[in-house]
């Protein structure tokens, strides 16, 4: 019964917009906004099984080597600059100016050393990632609890023992929160690197489509990557359910006691 409550919970307002946009375009004899119904049709015909393995998977792989990359890179370096007050007052004035700088405005800059391929896609896809996935990660490691700190000093737990049973489990949450959002802009930043010398995935496909003016294929693609979105998030919320179960049931076991 509580499952059923919860995907009621998470479909109802999807439901409800695809609901509102299909009533809404009904009839639409707009070249640039065709009806939902024309779109839903031409789905299948568009996305087959050949574009699926040329272009989506493609996409997702670069996707996930991206944020893979910007997780070990972003948890490695925030660990180091949240324990150390002096790396940290060095690094962060050099933190704040690449943290300012877009990555899209990187990519000509990391096409001249990474070349077209996959690789750079997936720098592209990092650079950006990695910065909530860093931040995060420095935040949780400063807030690990005092009095925590001091237990472990006392018994004499230092080091790689330290790391592993105090700060990374007590900076988990925050840094499943900076994964999250990392997802997020990973996704955006896989259909923008896309775009620039590529010769396959989904912002590749989309601009194509857009460029010999099949609209209603453009907006398959769009649709896909909502779809695809929506699927990454409910599968990472998924994994931090179970990652993070015993945080999970000691806030919930907290509220109840309150």
């Not at 640039?32 to 568009?46: D, Q």
């Amino acid at each position: 019964m509580r499952l059923l409550r919860q995907l009621v919970l998470v479909l109802a307002l999807p439901v409800l917009l695809v609901a509102v946009w299909w009533v809404a375009s009904d009839g639409s004899q707009d070249v640039y906004r065709p009806p939902l119904r024309t779109i839903v049709e031409v789905f299948p015909e568009v996305w087959t099984a050949e574009r699926w393995t040329g272009d989506v998977l493609p996409s997702v792989l670069r996707l996930a080597a991206g944020v893979v990359l910007a997780a070990v890179v972003g948890i490695a370096l925030g660990t180091v600059i949240g324990s150390y007050r002096r790396v940290r007052a060095v690094c962060e004035p050099v933190l704040e100016f690449l943290r300012a700088v877009p990555p899209p405005v990187l990519v000509p800059v990391i096409m001249l050393f990474a070349g077209i391929g996959d690789t750079m896609k997936i720098v592209v896809i990092a650079s950006g990632c990695v910065w909530p996935v860093l931040l995060n990660t420095v935040e949780g490691v400063r807030a690990v609890d005092s009095v925590m700190s001091e237990t472990a000093r006392s018994y004499g737990i230092t080091g790689v023992a330290r790391l592993r049973g105090l700060v990374l489990p007590s900076a988990s949450p925050q840094i499943f929160a900076g994964l999250r959002q990392a997802l997020s802009i990973g996704i955006i930043l896989m259909v923008i690197s896309e775009m620039f010398a590529a010769s396959n995935g989904l912002g590749f496909t989309i601009v194509q489509f857009q460029r010999s003016f099949a609209i209603p294929d453009m907006w398959t693609g769009i649709l896909l990557l909502g779809l695809l979105g929506f699927v990454l998030s409910v599968l990472f919320q998924s994994a931090e359910r179970r990652v993070l179960a015993w945080y999970h049931g000691l806030r919930d076991a907290t509220r109840g006691s309150s």
